[in-house]
């Protein structure tokens, strides 16, 4: 090839370069050529960086509730223009699809569901049964991510603007036929599972029972129902709760004041008595409210403090729970389906947009942190449509913030009737380790599959609890000299109740924080050899020791357990320098594991569990999933 | 750790690896947990492996009109159950989201667009007006990627379900203000664009012009038509069809009896008058429809020929179209669409379906080959929403192939009218060198950019003429002696006109093939110096040389010029072996390129082009791509 040709293949590919070269969409004209397109270039090595295998450390679910493709176009029109950008959904590099079906009872496909079989199936990687909260089909409990994250010794978070108990935050910490069973006084359909019948009880005392780290949302009035059975029956939740270390707060000042939150104190922040009042109000969808002159939606006045606003809450629950246990979040704007239910354009509308800001908290903290794996999408489509032409039902035209109108049909329903879900698969975005199974044709299960491999949960109830231990403070003591019974390792329990020689030693369950617990009691007045059960109230399993009560026993005080160390602290002073060998016992229940048996080169080892014991079983917990995750 | 704990840790991360493994979903029950995941195992590594950059050699565009991701559920659900997997559309790995909104005439955003703007937009990067095909907002023509890819050499293919002159496939070779601008006899809605008032003419007649390699489709009867102004008027379309070298085929035998198709004789199969019927045909949605018991769809038996499906027509237009030129290749299934228009599920159900088989078929291909791009997206979200209760406005209930009922309701307009696209962002899913370009959020007009970037096709019109040349048989001839004007590289031009001292040579234009054109006119009887101009109807690149007429000359007859020379094929054994020094011109229209100027060095280079120019500059387009190429 000549020089000038040379020189001409050069200017030939400027050329191309330039004619092909695409102006930001915040400035472009979009008339011009390009002037709409929103990438600039070839973002293949864009797409390359932002593919990251997990583990991750973090993982945060958003999910909008009811928010399908139309109803993110919707939002995106009205706020931020059609050619417009929303700054935290929009901005999610990895992007599917997922379906979002349901089973009928008989176990054949339900093509229309709801927030409760959509939000037990990405919890548990389980199917259900429309209104069904993280039970299967044959109504068994199925456990959760936030279950399975807090047994595997992660932090854990759940925030909504709805009820707490509602069905999306509901079903990371509950297992229900009915989702209406907020309270104990919401039972009626289900039948045999409150907790005078024997069952797990309401959706709000299996919560009270998860514990999970920071609980923000509404739904405080369910708490001030009295409980009909149970440990703490007579008493309200919202007194249980204090009772059982938890930091209720109702308003801003009281989260304020909240600087830390662990399965010690945990935070339960009920900040309205049902849901939270929406971000915009505005007209209602008439017959023929497409005719109408398009308006623009108004800032309810409503509308809580934005120190409570969803972006708020979850800032405050990342700084919470924000350490090197990691932790599992998740997020739910929970009324973009509640306003398309109502017909409601502006009311979703506004939900969509605080959903949102939560997403650009959640992505702000996940690129600062490197390790935190963000997934947003939604539980099922909903009936809101953008159309250009008043259609025959309910509809609505808003002038969007460009100035322009925008009609908005609800179709599934009669005017004044609750619209309908729609079955249309949805969008599911995410960003940071693991985020690539997001992408293509996926199920809403497999978001269970991919949140737990990514953070390397071990989904094996029973066998968390395996390695559990009970020790007693001393095997062989005095008559009516007082005992501790320690347990450490029931990872996956959150209750234990300790029986002495078949007899309850205490009326109320201990709550087992972080796999361990301390249960006091005293031994019985007559010499002999008594048997020590502590059994953990969600696996079954049981830890057994044999006390010796003897009169020639030593009349030493026991060693006192604490129950507050600082992870990773100094071993106490006051800590054990020998190894039990007796008083120790390995979990029956579940998948037995052997005995601790420990050989002069564990020395170190043992220190460490042994500190691990006097800490809560905080330090075991995290430890195993350190292993688990070093031998990946 | 002891010997006892690492054996330990290593099972509970087996345990941990078999209670996170998926069952492949088609042996799985649904019921059970991870009976309903769709993955095995973390992705990122076959995610990262399905990541190539561009360029690719072929784009494969796969439009389902009005598939929305609602339309795809309907279908998945039907024909493959609701944990079934659409093997084309479903298989594609790479995925995202686009807007699809249209522009006002005043250039404000229209939320609700339709399949004449939306075509234009992926076809030009710039968004119009609805109903429009490939001019801006105003009204100035945009270049198509079928017209780009011409230009730059690249074969090119265009298949639909529909008429050919419909949007979808209008839009990449035709201009207009308004998309029912089918034929001469069709252009009441397009004032001063007919051929007899100087406009491009109508959509057929511009199809015409552009002469793809591979239009396949129905719409027939407007070839009819018979023209009404411009070179052919009186003929019919059909007749100018064959007139200009068209194989114009009609059904399953024409078709079959096409084995090859270039610019030089183009493929034109018009297999139905109007549209394909279509594949599936079921009950009307009705009031009430969905209380009605469900029913299964029926194959329509007026369906065409299976050797007529799009699967079929992909898998023949592909076949003709690879090359090592590299193709683009538009597919539509165009009554998705339709079908959702008049509320017949079935109808949309099966074209579907019909669409799915043609994806597998540009994946097999895509997979085999390796440089080539597939895209599958729709234009617009359409109607149609699956609910779990009968809506008030018209509806269905469909029994699927897994045996359950499936209610599908239409809402936007009353029973009997046509259903209303939607303004929904939509899927775009893609395979292939540049396929990563399909995630995140783009707009519709980014598709133009991303196909033509992994094309590498030059987009300046003006520029890809700029280097033509003219060149005559013989610079000096006796008088009335028989002469050749042969033009090459005049690539972005389909028609040229010819003038001899001003006065046009012939009454029709000539066509240009890949750039080149040979016109033979008879030298003037009285000796002189007259000007022969070649004017390029597209792009009105003007190139000019003297032919000297001297009674001196020698009398030798004229080189012939063939038409048709196998590509690559050895240089004829009469062509030219000394360089033409004189009668050659460079093109001034648009950027004016410098003459040829070749030196001792280029003699072999020379050669090539020499006999590129014997060719009709199929050689020399190409050259020019892979020039191009090889400097970026």
């Known amino acids: 090839m000549s020089s000038t040709s040379r020189r001409r293949a050069a200017a030939i590919a400027l ?23 929103r990438l600039d270039g070839d973002q293949t090595q864009a797409v390359r960086d932002a593919l990251v295998e997990g583990p991750a450390t973090n993982v945060i679910l958003l999910i909008g509730d009811g928010m399908g493709d139309s109803e993110i176009t919707v939002a995106r029109n009205y706020a931020e223009g059609a050619a417009g950008t929303l700054a935290g959904i929009d901005a999610l590099p990895l992007t599917g699809q997922y379906t979002t079906w349901a ?52 932090r854990t978070g759940n ?22 069973c907020y309270g104990p006084e919401d039972m009626a359909a289900c039948a045999g599972q409150s907790l005078e019948e024997g069952g797990l009880g309401s959706i709000s005392e299996q919560l009270l029972n998860v ?21 703490w029956a007579g008493a309200t939740l919202r ?51 497409g005719d109408l002159d398009p308006v623009t939606c108004t800032e309810n006045p409503e509308r809580l403090d934005s120190d409570l606003s969803l972006g708020s809450l979850t800032s405050k629950a990342i700084e919470l729970l924000d350490s090197s246990d990691g932790f599992f979040l998740q997020v739910e704007g929970a009324s973009i389906d509640k306003r398309d239910h109502a017909a409601d354009a502006c009311g979703q509308i506004g939900e969509t947009v605080d959903l949102d800001e939560a997403v650009q908290v959640a992505l702000d903290f996940a690129r600062q942190d490197g390790e935190t794996l963000v997934v947003v999408t939604a539980d099922h489509a909903h009936t809101s449509q953008i ?125 087992v924080l972080d796999g361990g617990a301390s249960v006091p009691f005293t031994a019985p007045a007559e010499p002999g050899t008594y048997r020590v059960a502590v059994t953990g109230a969600q696996t079954g399993t049981v830890l057994a ?73 905080t330090g075991l917990a995290v430890w195993r999933r350190r292993q688990l995750r070093a031998s990946v």
Do not use: C
Not at 163 to 180: L, P, Y
Not at 214 to 229: I, K, S, Y
């Open 239 to 289: 007194d249980q709760a204090r009772e059982r270390g938890y930091q209720v707060v109702g308003d801003v000042a009281g989260l304020d004041a909240v600087t830390a939150a662990d399965a010690t104190r945990p935070v339960l922040g009920l900040f309205t008595p049902g849901n939270f009042p929406v971000r915009y109000t505005g007209p209602e969808a008439t017959i023929g409210g």
């Open 545 to 617: 020791a044999d006390l010796v009560v003897s009169p020639t026993a030593t009349d030493a005080p026991t060693t006192p357990v604490p129950t507050e160390v600082p992870t990773g602290g100094p071993v106490p002073s006051d800590a054990p320098t020998d190894v039990p060998t007796d008083g120790a016992g390995a979990g029956t229940g579940g998948r037995p594991g052997p005995p601790l048996s420990l050989t002069g080169a564990d020395v170190a080892g043992y220190s460490l569990i042994a500190a691990a014991l006097l800490v809560g079983g």
């Open 387 to 511: 159309v250009g032409s008043t259609p025959p039902g309910p509809s609505v035209h808003l002038l969007t913030q460009e100035g322009v109108g925008m009609i908005v049909s609800y179709g599934t329903s009669e005017l004044g009737e609750s619209m309908q879900h729609t079955g249309a698969q949805v969008r599911i975005a995410g960003y940071g380790p693991g985020a690539a199974n997001v992408l293509g044709l996926t199920d809403q299960t497999d978001l269970f599959f991919t949140s737990a491999r990514t953070l390397e949960l071990d989904a094996d109830v029973a066998a968390l609890s395996a390695d559990a231990t009970l020790t007693l403070s001393s095997p062989t003591v005095a008559p009516g000299a007082s005992v501790t019974a320690q347990v450490t390792g029931l990872a996956a329990d959150w209750q234990a109740t300790t029986t002495l020689a078949d007899a309850a030693v205490a009326e109320v369950p201990v709550d």
């Open 15 to 37: 050329l191309a370069g330039a004619a092909l070269a695409v102006p930001a969409a915040a400035w472009a004209d979009p008339t011009d050529h390009g002037g709409a397109a």
């Open 159 to 180: 925030v909504t603007t709805s009820e707490i108990q509602d069905a999306t935050s509901g079903a990371q910490v509950s297992h229900v036929g009915a989702r209406s």
């Open 211 to 231: 514990r999970p780290d920071v609980t923000l949302g509404g739904g405080a009035e369910t708490f001030d129902q009295v409980a009909t059975g149970g440990p």
């Open 103 to 154: 089973l009928t009872a008989d176990g054949l496909p339900n093509y229309a569901s709801e927030s409760a079989s959509t939000a037990s199936a990405w919890s548990t990687g389980t199917k259900t049964v429309n209104g069904r909260l993280s039970v299967d089909v044959e109504g068994a409990p199925q456990p959760t991510l936030l279950e399975l994250a807090r047994a595997n010794g992660l």
